[in-house]
């Protein structure tokens, strides 16, 4: 099976840096995922890790540590629009992609 | 706009009635997903269908819960004989192998509503 943990709510200031963590424990492993998703729409992609290290794309990148089962989304220079739920999801054995439950973010002034 | 499609949007039913959602992919994906999701969690894995063949289904779908993809294209949830917690968003995901990482993109989803 599938075990994926997140912080439930983390809250940061605009223009500032945060990091959110994701730990998984799965049975099989063939990537991980990062969506984001504001409150009442559908999730989009973010990122996409398959490889140990770390994938920049402009204000976001994320990183991927397959040995210790570790990711984490990092965002830079916050907009107030980067308030949104952000998913955490690990693709394993064939198609199925299991989500976190998910990182309430929320960017103050 | 090319994105994934579904209809309706909303639907508020009476328990115990049947109710079909319906979602058009990404026009070139053939695969095809679909999850429900509930306030504060995250995507549940419903099913999922490569072209018209439904390869995987979760444990967790009763059998009030059907799925179809007849032509490859367009796919169907029914919910038969609805319950209050099937109330939830629908979500249905596309994507296309051998365009990197098989991402599955979104749609809007059905918020389904059971009085």
């Known amino acids: 099976g599938q075990n994926i943990d997140q912080p439930t709510e983390m809250t940061a200031t605009e223009g500032a840096i945060v990091q959110i963590n994701c730990t998984y424990q799965?049975?099989?492993?063939?990537?991980l995922f990062w969506y984001q998703q504001h409150a009442g729409e559908a999730p989009t992609f973010l990122s996409y890790n398959v490889l140990d290290g770390l994938e920049e794309k402009g204000r976001f990148s994320s990183f991927l540590s397959r040995s210790k089962g570790y990711s984490y989304l990092l965002l830079k220079e916050l907009q107030m629009k980067d308030s949104a739920s952000y998913l955490c999801a690990v693709k394993g054995g064939y198609q199925k992609v299991t989500f976190g439950t998910g990182t309430k973010l929320q960017v103050i002034p | 706009d090319t994105g994934v499609s579904q209809d309706p949007r909303h639907k508020i039913t009476k328990r115990g009635q049947n109710v079909t959602f319906r979602c058009d992919p990404i026009s070139e994906h053939n695969r095809l997903y679909w999850y429900r999701q509930t306030l504060g969690q995250g995507p549940e894995f419903l099913t999922y269908?490569?072209?018209?063949?439904?390869?995987?289904k979760s444990r967790l779908l009763s059998d009030r819960f059907s799925a179809e993809r007849p032509k490859g294209s367009f796919s169907t949830l029914e919910i038969q004989r609805t319950e209050q917690g099937d109330s939830a968003m629908y979500l249905c995901?596309?994507?296309?192998?051998?365009?990197?990482?098989?991402?599955?993109?979104f749609g809007p989803g059905t918020r389904l509503t059971v009085l």
């Open positions: 269908f490569q072209n018209e063949a439904q390869l995987e």
């Open positions: 995901a596309s994507s296309a192998p051998g365009q990197g990482p098989d991402t599955q993109y």
């Open positions: 799965t049975s099989g492993f063939n990537g």
